[in-house]
């Protein structure tokens, strides 16, 4: 065992030797063959009897009609062209060019090229101090805070458009959520919670409602069946209230289960216009239990208190929540630039800040405005209604079009009641990217800017939505290239059809000229080396 593990570090060592050698040497290998195929070329043109050969292949060429040329370029015009009509679905569909991934995965180790890491590297923080860049996932996704009801809201919006407002992914995660946080921590499953682990992995809602009502006769105290036909079956959100209070009842000591009702309960009288009530719902909720801040209270409270417009209320809780060492949110970060915005939105002109300058509580509104815009670039467009509200999904991505989506669809309201807000907002947002550094190596106030989120989005949001992609991914190489070579011998085909004899004469002028270099090295070699050395040599 001890000889075996002696002898791997030596043979990779040996490998990692070889590719480092074979990496150096590359391109001087490079320049060595070519210089060699020269040689050979010219030492073997008498004894191969290279020049009657070329003086053939020209007759053969000489003979050949313009449909040839024709056809061989329509060819190659066709296949380029399927190449690029390949490359393009593969660049919308993954967002990275297939050739180009391919040549990076097999052809870049063999040259010695290494992997760029995502977990090193520094880049600056908010104080401008240089810190190591966090190994954790970019792309987690999160609960949304206030996600819809399916049976009250998502199922509506099903039976007027006939769309599915929620992708399988989505669902898929909810199952995977309600099955964690219901049953996750049961050591023994009872008969009912078997059959409720079950019905939270169907895919057909009748399936998971007919499962629901299976668990309640097995056990008539069975409160997650009351949660799940609450979530599904109820079609308006006071039969849901009715429900989620039933379950309330025999909810019992389970924590993950009565922090689950309250928090739908307080959404259900938000809904329903007694925003006082689920305001203060939520705030007994987060003082009963003030340890499961990952649950995202805070962000229904803010929405409520800014119904009720309690600025001075959405502003304490921005105190405690909007701090640096805390993850941030859309909603943490747009509601701040709000009311710094509703401070002087309504007396701000553009014409005026131009000539006099903004103001000292204008320059805070607007660096609010850049810090929200750089931490979610997509919400402008939904809040200056540039782009199509949907429902939101039942899961978000921070940072994302998702994340977007779920902050316009509640906040839209917030930002049209004060005055003037939407204006500033529309003047100052473009400004944000002005700042944020490109390419984006480093972030400005924030880390730098997560690559990942166009594909996880796609998995979270409808197909039928227009997912917002930041920042713009640049055309790949071989796209270009691909769509250029189409285009030429397109343009080559045309032409030889149309103009066969001038064609003819211009290839012979561009091959004669190709090929002039070659001739000429030819020549100052004869010149330069005897005639007997080349005689000798080919005799050999």
């Known amino acids: 065992?001890?000889?075996?593990?002696?002898?791997?570090?030596?043979?990779?060592?040996?490998?990692?030797?070889?590719?480092?050698?074979?990496?150096?040497?590359?391109?001087?290998?490079?320049?060595?063959?070519?210089?060699?195929?020269?040689?050979?070329?010219?030492?073997?043109?008498?004894?191969?009897?290279?020049?009657?050969?070329?003086?053939?292949?020209?007759?053969?060429?000489?003979t050949l009609t313009p449909k040839f040329y024709v056809a061989l370029t329509g060819t190659s015009s066709l296949i380029s062209g399927l190449i690029l009509i390949f490359e393009w679905w593969y660049f919308r569909k993954y967002g990275t060019s297939f050739i180009e991934q391919v040549s990076v995965s097999h052809l870049r180790p063999l040259l010695g090229g290494v992997e760029s890491s995502s977990s090193t590297g520094l880049f600056a923080s908010v104080n401008g101090e240089a810190e190591p860049r966090p190994s954790v996932s970019e792309c987690k996704v999160w609960r949304n805070p206030l996600n819809l009801f399916r049976g009250a809201e998502y199922n509506r919006y099903t039976w007027v458009t006939g769309k599915e407002p929620l992708t399988y992914y989505d669902m898929n995660l909810s199952a995977q959520d309600h099955q964690t946080f219901f049953t996750g921590d049961t050591p023994q499953l009872k008969p009912e919670d078997a059959v409720m682990q079950k019905a939270w992995r169907e895919r057909n809602p009748q399936a998971r409602i007919r499962a629901a009502y299976q668990a309640i006769e097995m056990n008539q105290e069975c409160a997650a069946a009351y949660v799940l036909l609450a979530e599904e079956e109820a079609t308006t959100i006071t039969e849901a209230e009715r429900l989620f209070r039933k379950a309330l009842t025999i909810a019992g000591k389970d924590i993950n289960l009565l922090v689950y009702i309250k928090r739908r309960l307080a959404m259900c009288a938000r809904k329903l216009g007694r925003i006082k009530e689920a305001v203060k719902m939520m705030r007994d909720l987060m003082k009963e239990f003030p340890l499961l801040g990952m649950l995202n209270i805070h962000e229904n409270l803010l929405e409520s208190l800014l119904e009720l417009q309690a600025y001075a209320d959405v502003q304490a809780v921005l105190a405690k929540y909007d701090d640096i060492s805390l993850p941030k949110s859309a909603t943490i970060c747009y509601t701040s630039a709000l009311l710094k915005a509703r401070a002087v939105s309504d007396k701000f002109s553009p014409e005026a800040a131009s000539r006099r300058g903004l103001s000292t509580a204008e320059m805070n509104a607007v660096e609010a405005i850049h810090r929200a815009v750089e931490f979610n670039p997509h919400v402008p467009k939904y809040l200056l209604e540039m782009k199509s509200l949907i429902l939101p999904p039942e899961h978000i991505l921070k940072r994302g079009d998702s994340e977007a989506v779920a902050y316009a669809f509640f906040h839209l309201q917030h930002w049209k009641r004060a005055e003037g807000a939407l204006n500033l907002l529309h003047c100052t947002w473009e400004g944000t990217f002005r700042i944020i550094p490109y390419p984006l190596e480093k972030g400005h106030l924030f880390y730098p800017y997560p690559g990942c989120t166009e594909t996880a989005d796609r998995e979270l949001l409808p197909s039928f939505h227009e997912v917002s992609v930041y920042p713009k991914k640049e055309l790949p190489f071989f796209i270009l290239f691909t769509a250029g070579l189409c285009s030429f011998t397109a343009m080559l085909a045309m032409l030889t059809h149309q103009f066969p004899e001038l064609m003819g004469v211009f290839a012979k002028a561009f091959f004669s000229t190709l090929f002039a270099p070659l001739g000429f090295f030819a020549d100052k070699m004869e010149s330069f080396m005897p005639s007997s050395f080349w005689h000798q040599l080919t005799r050999i």
């Open 1 to 62: 065992m001890e000889d075996t593990a002696g002898s791997n570090p030596q043979s990779l060592g040996f490998t990692e030797k070889l590719k480092s050698w074979l990496s150096w040497s590359w391109t001087y290998v490079c320049f060595i063959w070519f210089g060699m195929v020269l040689i050979m070329i010219y030492v073997l043109w008498s004894p191969l009897k290279l020049q009657e050969t070329v003086t053939s292949a020209s007759v053969f060429l000489n």
